[in-house]
């Protein structure tokens, strides 16, 4: 087996890890990547989102050491402990920092951040804006369900009006947040909508999103069976809705179009909105990390330092 | 210097040359006059002098203008606090020469330009006064410029002059400077330089020398503290930051975010201070300790994600820069008031590290102990510094970085099994695995800030949460017992024990030593590790009287500072009492001395 330890580049480079060297281990089983067995309601549309993601790590023959989930609080953020590899379940809204803190240091992962509506925009609202438009490198899938899951129903940002909720009892009276239209405002490169009840699309925008060369957002509908239900059947062709593809003459690179097609009403289309190539913050943090390098070549850490010293003399 | 006493030449000839140990010289203008350069001018020469030297500085919050100090003490033998009382005062307007009179010691100089300042009669015979139109030289010397750029470059001449310093040097320092500019620039500063040595000191004045100081063995490097926390940082092997901008932990980001990048690391400025935290966090999980920071609000506001680092066991380094609080408080003024914070704050029982640096030096050493901590026991440490040693600058012996240098990459080799928060070791410390890491089991494990077992699932056991707190005590409580005892500065036994922490040890010793020479019995201890505690000092305290607790926080609703009162809940010792101040000014040594034999007075009276 080939089991080199990855090489630490000199003097400590945490923006050029080597890449990811191909090996002669098997692709992982389903049986491999199970954990926990998830907590969700029996329904829940996030059973989905998980077998999928099981899906997409076995078809791209990763391992587990390569795969890094990341979450913050609510139903869906409990991902992690359900994914065997490596992850971190973190604070309620921050996963997005926390995952670029992994991003910007270790480029040899495949970092995933799972979420809801409340973490993503809610709480997590204003990290949101500020990872898309840095464009860090991860791929963030939402599950939105439209409501406070595991709390037991309180309104959410994306909760549509009127909805009845326990901490709207006449209905909810706020607009919602359309996460579509944000995550294009906010300067995010990879923006996709799909929904639990279409698995096959669930994987196709996951698998595009991984690909992606930056921030790659996903909004992915996950139905709450408990206390949203039938919130998305307009959508799915079993429950008498339409499913709508992007339509194949949409310009995906026309930022004006993306934000016609997330203006449309319920159920809108499915598909990549928009998806722009940007240089991202990691490649530039190692283009600065570089371009510093060369004026120090050759020296040792303490020698670097040790130059600063001097004019400090 | 304080012996020499000014003396009033009769008629011409050269000044009378007295040699002198050490002076404090307060320089007072307006924030935008470049008085922080005449300061760091004078404290870097002291250090290339192998003097002692510190400065002490106050800025106005406001973006420009508005009055500012800068002090700065030099000596040839241990300077161990600003000074309580100028030698000489240089005042550039006349708010700064009325303000700032009372600084100055009876028979000191005012030195002040006389373009802007009407001096006062009535102080005319407690204080030498020396009027020079500086501005008008100063243009004169280098053409006209409205905005008196230069006169502190002519002002540093006249004090270069007064204290005989060394001109070479000086010119070197005003190259190194103003080099690489416009050569007009340099030529102009070199020029108000020698307008200002050259400039005659009046008939009336002696002039001074430093008495050669004991020579050290090396060299001494001059920064500010907020400077050697940075590269203590980087020396320690730090490669990854994150913060938001605050005063004044700004220059700290600032430093790491030009230099980091040399060293194949990334500093990124984040969107507000929670995200800082966590972009930091992820970073120390994902492999190196990495570091974030910030002051008054914003530590505050990453409390949570604080715990977070606690409860999922992940090393980070947090720099705590103490200013006045609460809320947005004293911006730019120094108070010791987040000791409760740092090793309290936040929901929950959360055990972390803080240790709080004494001076500048002990800054780029706190932080290797900071960052070996941190990955040693897995846990948040939070560095205690604040704002009068941050902006403060100091000569020390230069380090040997090439011992101090570490390399804390990531070990990336797979192993055959792993648990996050194994329950098997007796002192709680478990060693971490980094993302990357392949574990052979294919068990792996979750950070998290939920209750877990020891692969760091999800538990709701009463059991595994009496046992996992008891882990995250106990490997601090193993920390703790092997930390050095401190040692008493002074006799191990007396009267009073002066207990303090933090950037308060200098003077602290100061008044030690004059108490002492005034036969007085005072010790003083200073605490570093707050949290945990180092072990014996209950045995320390126990040779004392009286125990005194010196800190720049308020008394507290049961009157109490923030060290006394844990000191008082850790050893039920009701010897121990506070003296406490909120002026947002460092302590001076006569105020301690003052406070104390108040405080020792009344405590008697009670008895």
Known sequence: MNETKLEIPQRGNISTVAPITSDDRKPLTKKELVADHPTWCPGCGDFSVLALYFKLIEKRKMHHEKITTVAGIGCSSRFPYFVQAHGAHYIHGRALPFASGISLSRPDLHVFVFGGDGDAFSIGGNHFNHTARKNIKMTYVVMDNWVYGLTKKQTSPTSPLGFKSKTDTWGAVDYPINPMKQAIAAGATFVARTTHSNPAHVLQMMEAAMDHDGFSFVECLSECVEFYEGAFDASNPRKGGVFNLVPATHDVTDEIAAYKLADEPFPGSFGVFYRVIKPTKNAKEAGIISSAGDKVKGLKDWQILQKTFERMK | ?607
């Open chain 2, 1 to 607: 210097m304080s012996d020499t006493a000014v003396t009033t030449q009769a008629n011409g000839g050269p000044p009378r040359i007295s040699n002198i140990s050490e002076a404090v010289i307060r320089i007072a203008g307006n924030s935008q006059d470049g008085i922080q350069a005449i300061g760091g001018f004078l404290a870097r020469l002291a250090g290339r002098s192998e003097q002692e030297v510190m400065t002490f500085m106050t800025i106005p919050s406001t973006i420009s203008g508005g009055p500012s100090i800068f002090q700065v003490r030099i000596g040839s033998g241990e300077v161990l606090s600003a000074g309580d009382e100028a030698d000489v005062l240089l005042a550039f307007y006349q708010h700064s020469y009325q303000d700032h009179i009372s600084s100055l010691r009876k028979g000191g100089i005012v030195l002040f330009d006389s373009d802007h300042v009407e001096p006062k009669p009535e102080w005319q015979k407690d204080y030498h006064h020396l009027g020079i139109p500086i501005s008008g030289l100063t243009i004169e010397a280098i053409g006209g410029t409205a905005k008196d750029k230069g006169k502190n470059i002519f002002a540093l001449g006249l004090l270069a002059k007064m204290f005989d310093l060394n001109v070479p040097k000086l010119e070197k320092l005003i190259n190194e400077r103003f080099g690489g500019k416009d050569m007009s620039v340099l030529n102009n500063a070199l020029a108000a330089f020698h307008a200002g040595y050259s400039h005659s000191l009046g008939n009336v004045l002696e002039t001074f020398k430093f008495v050669e100081s004991q020579r050290k063995a090396g060299n001494q490097v001059v920064m500010t503290g907020n400077e050697a926390l940075a590269y203590g940082l980087i020396a320690a092997g730090v490669r990854f930051g994150a913060g938001y901008p605050i005063t004044p932990w700004s220059d700290i980001m600032e430093i790491l975010r030009r230099e980091l990048p040399k060293f194949g690391g990334t500093f990124v400025q984040c969107e507000d201070e929670i995200a800082s935290i966590s972009m930091a966090l992820g970073a120390g999980y994902a492999g190196r300790v990495a570091v974030t920071g910030s002051s008054g609000p914003g530590i505050s506001l990453k409390t949570e994600a604080l715990g977070w680092g606690v409860m999922a066991e992940v090393p980070l380094v947090i720099c705590d820069i103490q200013r006045g609080g609460p809320s947005t408080g004293m911006p730019t003024n120094v108070e010791q008031s987040d000791l409760n914070i740092a090793c309290f704050g936040g929901h929950g029982d959360s055990p972390r590290v803080v240790l709080a640096p004494a001076n500048v030096e002990d800054c780029f050493y706190t932080a290797i102990e900071a960052v070996n901590l941190a990955r040693k026991f897995n846990v948040p440490v939070v560095i205690l510094s604040d704002q009068a040693i941050a902006t403060r600058i100091e000569a020390f012996a230069e380090p040997d970085l090439e011992k101090v240098c570490q390399d804390i990459s990531p070990d990336l080799s797979p192993v055959p099994e792993y648990k996050a928060y194994d329950l098997s070791a007796a002192d709680g410390v478990s060693p971490r695995v980094v993302p990357g890491t392949r574990v052979t089991s294919g068990r792996y494990s979750i950070a998290t800030g939920l209750e877990h077992d020891e692969f760091g699932h999800p538990t709701g056991s009463p059991k595994l949460h009496m046992q996992m707190s008891a882990k995250r005590r106990k490997k601090l409580q193993s920390l703790g017992t092997g930390l050095p005892v401190p040692k008493v500065y002074g006799p191990p036994e007396g009267n009073i024990l002066l207990v303090g922490w933090g950037s308060t040890q200098g003077p602290i010793r100061e008044a030690v030593d004059r108490a002492r020479a005034a036969g007085d019995s005072v010790s003083a201890l200073h605490i570093k590790h707050l949290s945990p505690l180092p072990p014996g000092l209950e045995n320390i305290f126990s040779g004392f009287n009286h125990i005194l607790v010196v800190e720049m926080n308020d008394e507290g609703l049961y009157g109490y500072g923030q060290l006394a009162g844990l000191l008082r809940a850790r050893y039920c010792d009701s010897k121990i009492r506070g003296i406490n101040k909120t002026d947002g000014l460092t302590w001076r040594v006569k105020e301690i001395l003052e406070r104390a034999r108040a405080n020792v007075a009344t405590a008697l009276r009670k008895l």
